[in-house]
């Protein structure tokens, strides 16, 4: 991703330009900084555009400086913010690693030293030259290579608030400092305390910029799933503009532009077909598996692949307006948003540092008035290593690393979730509302039966029944409605239409008498129905809707219309059942179909003739019980339920004000969405369970030891160093953990 | 000993005040467009007073690299912005109504509050 090669154009807002005559001082302010090739200022928009590989930074300031404002506007595409921060990254972790062969490179011969060839005490006159040029140099390396540990710890002093670098800072000032101490005044210490501690000093410096260089590495990683949602949008558009077809940037395409994709390109916008058919891979957007068809008025998102035929399409989403733009948004900020479990450690470590320095200075005491001789030195030892020790970097790095972690991964499964909070809930759900038309079912209805009991042939019926549903608003009539058209059915006027609310509709065509609707519509007209009402109740228990149709009051045919369940139904509900959760199904219709279609799909606890508001009571009621409810649903009239549940499921194929309801959005029109999402976030607690359990354990086992509790046991002491060392490998164990999620695999069996 | 002992005792009690006992002093704001450098592990200002009922408008500049100021987060708000390296970054706040609002990095390690009065 070189965008080196390339001119540079940066766009800016400007404010306080009031007049023309300051756009020549702006534009020569501009010129000025080092690196610009051209200036052009648009006083009516108040906005300046400038070319040149310049820093943004040096130009802002370049215009503060004479008095204005000016902030970037939305400047480059997201793949350059990236790479940008991909850039900064690395030139921090070089640095870092920089600074850890300098201070290792001083600290390890060091300790080679004191371990094999000599002792690090101070008796002759020349081993206090050799040791207090050995100080020089280390401090020199202390303030090279970890300065902003020193000047954090200051700055945060200052503010009264203390953190990891206020630890680093004293543990390893005070080895600095009681080393030169004793140098310049042996004398004023007992013979065995008269020993140095520089190693321990570079030692530390160096590991923690190692740790620190790990968790930039990691974090980059971690943020892999935002990387590869926003690499799934094309840089170009082949956009056809009087009536020929240019490649433009992305950011130039408009709404309602036509776009071309040809076969193997990705869709740079949101759209609506309007030429041609193809099928697409939606799966990195849904995690739907297999490639879906278009035709003319289907829809088309930004960042699928267009694969067998070449479309076109006209823009109805564009830049920041693309569903892919939303779903790196919302990727973005829950990623940023912490489950409560991590702010129980949030709230620890803000009362952590200062006990840490409370207990230091304890442990120096205790070594004073209890310790053996030298007790000066056990007791610089000791508290070196208790401020070493705790830092509480594994424990800050804990929730987030996992949170980003299992979003990012959940978004690649085609689940978006909103917050931590939600992740968190979810892996506590006990009861699983699920509505049923349109989440267990496609939502969809079909014609599934026709018999005839008379001579007309029964597509010569189904164009009648057609023609007089054609004027009728019920949802089961655009099932009728559309397999007639499906099959070219001519459709007719019919006169003196009438729908009778809750049976069904009449009306007449050449002359004939047409009623269709349920048997009390019948009965109402008085028609024999009696040949069809055994075939009419076997219908109805397979979660059918059996209806009459009669012409001049002589039964024609019964006509079954189903929802049909979506095919995937059974092995996903399966799945929620293995994890333990009860599911509930809603529907608004009636008992007997209700009844057939939990039957099917395996659901006992079912509530047939629900109305909306039922819903949110049904909702309310289980969470009086005590229970954390899951809702999954994808209409406007689940949009309160879904926003009353602990944590509510959107089928991302259905509404918007659902999704805007809900705390999940399921790209995938399948329930095994809601399964993975359920796995993903047991998965993501349990890591961050784990990654707390260790730092916790890590730092509330360490500092004891530190402390020097073993000592009159077992004798043992740790060495500042060591608690250097396993500081930075808790840190390493923490965003290892972490990372380990990344490979974690939904199980769609179990 | 004793001296030292005391010593101790005196620096325990010193460091409970300064870190748990001493409220800060506010940086009352004139505008209601706030800038706030973000380096060395602290907020500046860190601890702001803004009037309460109006659109406020911060603009973070960040000059440290170290991973833990890239984000600033607003858990009352559910806000968050990601800061870019050596630039202002400006985030524009709803009008807030009276009371305290926090806003730190992800890992708590840079804190500071909005006093709305
Ligand atoms: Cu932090």
């Given amino acids: 991703m070189s965008s080196k090669s390339k001119v540079k154009t940066q766009s800016f807002m400007i404010e306080g330009a009031s007049c023309a005559s300051c756009v020549s001082k702006i534009e020569k302010a501009l010129a000025s900084v080092e690196g610009v090739t051209g200036v ?48 900064a990254d690395e030139a921090h972790y070089n640095n870092l690693m920089r600074n850890m062969v300098i201070a290792l490179g001083l600290g390890i011969p060091l300790m080679l030293y004191g371990l094999f ?109 935002i990387k590869r949602l926003i690499g799934l949008q094309p840089n170009t558009a082949r956009v056809v503009r009087n009536g020929e077809e240019e490649d433009v940037d992305i950011a130039q395409v408009q709404l309602n532009d036509i776009v071309r994709v040809r076969p193997g390109e990705k869709i740079p916008v949101d759209g609506e077909l309007t030429d041609g058919q193809s099928t697409v891979d939606e799966s990195m957007l849904t995690g739907e598996p297999m490639p879906i068809s278009k035709t003319v008025g289907d829809k088309v998102v930004a960042g699928s692949i267009n694969k067998t035929g070449s479309m076109l399409f006209s823009a109805t989403h564009v830049g920041k307006d693309t569903t892919l733009s939303h779903i790196i948004n919302m990727v973005k900020k829950a990623q940023n948003s912490k489950p409560s479990i991590g702010r129980l450690a949030d709230v620890i470590s803000g009362y952590f540092v200062p006990i840490v320095m409370i207990l230091a200075v304890i442990t120096g005491l205790a070594w004073l008035n209890f310790g053996p001789q030298p007790a000066i030195a056990y007791a610089i030892t000791a508290m070196t290593t208790v401020l070493i020790i705790a830092c509480p970097c594994a424990l800050g790095l804990a929730t987030p690393m996992s949170v980003m972690v299992g979003i990012g991964k959940a978004a690649e499964a085609g689940v978006l979730i909103r917050n931590g909070e939600a992740l968190q809930s979810a892996s506590k759900i006990t009861t699983m509302l699920l509505d049923k038309t349109g989440t267990i079912t496609q939502g969809q209805p079909e014609v599934t039966d026709i018999s005839t009991f008379e001579q007309r042939q029964e597509s010569c019926v189904m164009a009648l029944v057609a023609s007089l549903e054609s004027q009728s608003e019920h949802p089961l009539a655009q099932a009728i409605v559309g397999y007639a058209k499906q099959r070219d059915y001519p459709l007719n006027a019919v006169t003196k239409f009438d729908a009778i609310t809750g049976k069904g509709v009449t009306g007449y065509l050449n002359g004939e008498h047409l009623l269709f609707g349920n048997e009390a519509l019948m009965h109402q007209f008085g028609i024999d129905v009696s040949v069809a009402v055994e075939q009419a109740g076997t219908l109805a228990n397979d979660a059918k809707t059996p209806m009459y149709f009669a012409v001049d009051q002589k039964l024609s045919a ?117 399964a993975d999402a359920l796995a993903i976030s047991q998965a993501t607690i349990t890591n961050i369970k784990q990654n707390l359990v260790g730092a916790f354990m890590y730092n509330v086992a360490g500092i004891p030891i530190a402390a020097g509790v073993l000592f009159p046991f077992f004798g043992i002491l740790l060495n500042p160093v060591v608690a250097g060392a396993a500081m930075a490998l808790s840190s390493l164990t923490v965003v290892s953990n972490a990372n380990r999620l990344r490979f974690f695999k939904v199980n769609k069996s179990a | 000993m004793l001296f030292i002992n005391l010593l101790g005792a005196l620096l325990i009690a010193a460091i409970v005040w300064w870190f748990w006992l001493y409220t800060p002093k506010r940086a009352q704001s004139t505008s209601n467009q706030i800038k706030i450098l973000v380096n060395n592990g602290v907020y500046q200002p860190s601890n702001i007073t803004v009037s309460a009922g109006t659109k406020i408008t911060l603009d973070f500049d960040r000059q440290d690299p170290a991973p833990c100021a890239e984000t600033v987060i607003f858990p009352q708000l559910d806000l968050s912005l990601a800061l870019k390296m050596g630039q202002s970054n400006r985030i524009e706040l709803p009008a807030l109504s009276e009371g305290q609002y926090d806003f730190h990095c992800q890992m708590q390690m840079y804190k500071g509050k909005l006093i709305a009065e």
């Fill in chain 1, 40 to 87: 052009e200022m648009n006083f009516a928009q108040r906005t300046v555009t400038i070319d040149g590989d310049v820093n943004s930074h040096s130009l802002i300031h370049s215009v503060t400086d004479i008095g204005y404002n000016a902030t970037p506007m939305n400047s480059g595409s997201e793949q350059d913010a990236l790479a940008e921060k991909a850039q």
């Fill in chain 1, 117 to 225: 060839i000599g002792d690090m005490s101070v008796n002759t006159s020349n081993q206090r030259i050799g040791w207090a040029i050995v100080g020089l140099v280390t401090l020199s390396v202390m303030i090279g290579t970890g300065k902003h540990f020193y000047i954090g710890a200051w700055q945060s002093f200052k503010h009264h608030s203390a953190n990891m670098d206020t630890l680093i800072a004293l543990g390893t000032g005070t080895a600095w400092a009681y080393s030169m101490l004793v140098i310049l005044v042996p004398n004023l210490l007992p013979e065995m305390a008269r020993h140095v501690y520089f190693e321990a000093s570079a030692m530390i410096i160096g590991l923690i910029n190692l740790g620190l260089a790990f968790e930039v590495k990691a974090r980059g990683r971690t943020s892999e799933a």
């Fill in chain 1, 558 to 674: 019964l006509i079954a219309v189903s929802d049909p369940i979506k095919s995937d139904s059974l092995a996903a509900i399966k799945r929620l059942q293995n994890k333990g959760i009860h599911l509930v199904m809603l529907t608004g219709d009636n008992e007997a179909t209700a009844k057939a279609v939990a039957k099917r799909v395996g659901i006992d606890d079912y509530i047939a003739q629900v109305m909306p508001q039922d819903k949110v009571e049904e909702v309310i009621k289980r969470q009086k019980h005590g229970e954390v409810v899951g809702m999954t649903g994808d209409g406007i009239n689940d949009a309160p339920a879904l926003a009353q549940a602990d944590v509510g499921f959107a089928i991302g194929t259905g509404t918007d004000v659902a999704i805007e309801s809900a705390d999940v959005t399921l790209m995938r029109g399948s329930l095994h969405g809601l």
